[in-house]
């Protein structure tokens, strides 16, 4: 099983600051790799998906990068609705999450 | 619109089994996997299998197999996910979601709480 690992676990940001999260997989999953964002009480909202593509919706200010092991979701200028759950997911052999990283007002 | 809408929150014993359905609408039911995600409270998310609606063919992780029963009736667009011999660690909430045509998925079911308690 491909291992994903988030971090930080918590992430402390001020509305219009930039926010970098990281995902890293036990093993190469090329560039199928997801990122969604969960609220209390919502299913989660997909982001991104081949690493840095943005699914349908999703503001530029969200963007994705990295492939193989490393990735990194970036969120340029935080709004307010920002402030969520953040799971990375790889798809490249079955499906594994990330424990998630939770951004926080600071 | 793609929509997918599960059935009501149970509550169930030890030792019993659990049926979460998942009504599929705005798209072609048996044109996309489903798969089945589940989330304890407070905790993160983690696969359960997929289903290809068209075929049948499923896919389990590990951890559930055994206990896991994924099916379709394709007449109505449901999806379906049984779970068996349920313990308190299986208290969480289910979700079903839509495989997209990229591989990860796109669209969620709104959840179905299982709370398993004596």
């Known amino acids: 099983e491909i291992v994903m690992t988030q971090s930080p676990a918590t992430l402390s940001v001020s509305p219009g600051e930039r926010a970098t999260l990281s995902c890293r997989a036990s093993?190469?999953?090329?560039?199928?790799l997801a990122w969604y964002q969960q609220k209390p009480g919502q299913a989660p909202r997909l982001l991104i998906y081949?690493?840095?593509t943005r699914a349908t919706g999703i503001p530029a200010r969200f963007s994705g990068s990295g492939s193989g092991t490393e990735f990194t979701l970036t969120i340029s200028s935080l709004q307010s609705e920002d402030f969520a759950v953040y799971y990375c997911?790889?798809?490249?052999?079955?499906?594994?999450f990330g424990q998630g990283t939770k951004l926080e007002i600071k | 619109q793609v929509q997918l809408v599960q059935s009501g929150a149970e509550v169930k014993k030890p030792g019993a089994s659990v049926k979460v359905s998942c009504k599929a609408s705005?798209?072609?039911?048996?044109?996309?996997?489903i798969n089945w995600v589940r989330q304890a409270t407070g905790q993160g998310l983690e696969w359960m299998g997929w289903?290809?609606?068209?075929?049948?063919?499923?896919g389990y992780a590990q951890k559930f197999q055994g206990r896991v029963t994924m099916t379709r009736n394709t007449s109505i667009s449901t999806a379906y996910m049984e779970l068996s011999s349920l313990r308190s660690e299986d208290t969480a909430v289910y979700y079903c979601?839509?495989?997209?045509?990229?591989?990860?998925?796109?669209?969620w079911g709104q959840g179905t709480l299982v709370t398993v308690s004596s």
């Open positions: 705005g798209y072609t039911f048996t044109s996309y996997d």
């Open positions: 093993q190469s999953v090329s560039s199928n």
């Open positions: 289903m290809n609606p068209n075929s049948g063919n499923t």
């Open positions: 081949g690493a840095s």
């Open positions: 997911q790889q798809y490249n052999n079955w499906y594994t």
């Open positions: 979601a839509r495989q997209s045509p990229a591989g990860t998925v796109d669209y």
